[in-house]
């Protein structure tokens, strides 16, 4: 049976021109892995709407996307170089790594902990009391997750997977356990961050025992994980500022409102973001003409089908969203729309190929761009419609982004 599976696997490359073996094996493992990421981020987004007042879990989703705000100064684009120096054989460079992003957090805890220096000013002991406990764990916080990348890199899929189910678990079930003793912010900012310190450092010391093999480094590595991580600078802060703005607009409550229609969309973008981990060490080996020979039309083809799955969600969710988020009927429509631009997260496809073949000033010219036109538009769009504003930017932004890196893989 399995032998007959791969053969008509084999036979199906010659039309989808796509190595569907290798996609096959890593595609499950990863897929298993993008569906436990999802259903946790559910169960998590389900016990904060129904265990939280609304202004809590406003103020919650403002505290966490300021403090993932600063997060930035740890490279976040070391992970793409480590993943890509690993696939080239280049395993000793892990460790550099992680010392490189926690050097650089603490950056970002010091603007940190100036924040809560000026809510501390404003006589705001909440807010200012959330931001010294968070900017402290700041280095921290998300930086052990460098396991996944060197795993990636080796393409031990099946390991990596399995240790990111279990480390997701473990936040989720220690999480929700503590909704469940305390609404107190800052306890929540608090525990939520040990409890990705934590379990992500366990992962990272186990890949560490079992899997190097060789202590060599690329030289460029560092050097290239700095330019990768400025270049997602706007990108990534982009992705935090919409909350920051409606925060400031508009209040808790509407962040929270705002937060409960992107939550269930985690399962709609799981399998995009999988997709592009098993792509990335491919796409380090492949040449440029023939990522752009292939790579848009099976982008295109991929989008259109993702579309027939969009249209779904948005018939069903309203029925979803009274069994699972009652507290938040005005999300239903806003969660309807933002799916719409979920047809331009394949992007993160063209992304990945044009890092993995270094395509620095191109990459650096069309995120900026794009992502300075998602911050204006965030500002103005948001002053004169709300979050339809905010929510009218994601799309246009998101689409602008889809076809800039589609011109450049095609066309340069």
């Known amino acids: 049976m399995k032998q007959k599976l791969l053969e008509l696997l084999k036979k199906t490359e010659k039309y989808t021109q796509t190595n569907m073996v290798y996609l096959a094996k890593g595609g499950s493992v990863l897929m298993a892995n993008g569906i436990v990421g999802a259903l946790t981020s559910l169960v998590t987004s ?7 007042p ?33 696939a080239r054989g280049y395993e000793g460079g892990v460790r550099a790594a992680l ?3 926690m050097q650089w957090g603490t950056v970002g805890s010091l603007i940190g902990l100036g924040i809560s220096t000026y809510y501390f000013m404003q006589g705001d002991l909440r807010l200012g009391s959330a931001f010294v406990v968070g900017s402290l764990l700041i280095p921290f916080f998300r930086n052990f997750r460098v396991y996944q990348n060197f795993l ?14 279990l480390v997701k678990i473990a936040i989720c079930i220690g999480f929700v356990a503590l909704l469940l ?13 040990l409890l990705n310190a934590v379990t992500q450092y366990i992962a ?7 899997y190097v093999e060789n202590d060599k480094t690329e030289a460029s590595m560092i050097g290239y994980g700095k330019h990768l991580s400025l270049m997602r600078l706007l990108g990534s802060a982009a992705q935090e500022l919409d909350k920051l703005v409606i925060w400031h607009y508009l209040g808790p409550i509407q962040v929270a409102i705002y937060s409960i229609a992107y939550a269930p969309l985690n399962i709609l973008g799981a399998p995009i973001s999988q997709l592009g981990v098993l792509a990335l060490p491919k796409f380090s080996t492949n040449s440029k003409e023939s990522l752009k020979k292939t790579l848009p039309k099976k982008v295109f083809m991929a989008s259109m089908i993702s579309l027939l799955v969009i249209l779904g969600y948005i018939l069903l969710i309203p029925y979803a969203f009274r069994l699972i988020y009652p507290l938040y009927p005005e999300a239903i429509k806003i969660t309807q729309i933002l799916a719409l631009g979920y047809v331009f997260q394949l992007r993160a496809l063209f992304s990945q190929a044009l890092e993995a073949q270094q395509y620095i000033k191109e990459l650096y010219v069309s995120r900026t761009a794009v992502h300075l036109l998602r911050i204006l538009l965030y500002f103005i769009l948001g002053y004169y419609y709300g979050i339809w504003g905010i929510v009218a ?20």
């Open 54 to 86: 609304r202004e809590t879990f406003g103020t919650y989703k403002y505290i966490l996307s300021f403090i993932t705000l600063l997060h930035l100064t740890t490279l976040p684009g070391m992970s793409v170089a480590v993943a890509r120096s690993v």
């Open 152 to 165: 990636q890199g080796k393409k031990a899929f099946g390991a990596s997977t399995r240790l990111q189910i």
């Open 181 to 193: 003793m305390t609404n107190n912010v800052v306890v929540l900012v608090a525990g939520f961050m």
């Open 204 to 210: 990272y010391r186990y890949t560490l025992r079992h």
């Open 393 to 412: 930017t994601q799309i246009i932004a998101d689409g602008f982004l889809y076809f800039a890196f589609w011109y450049i893989l095609k066309k340069r």
């Open 99 to 101: 010392r490189a992003m």
């Open 46 to 52: 389900i016990a904060l709407s129904n265990l939280l």
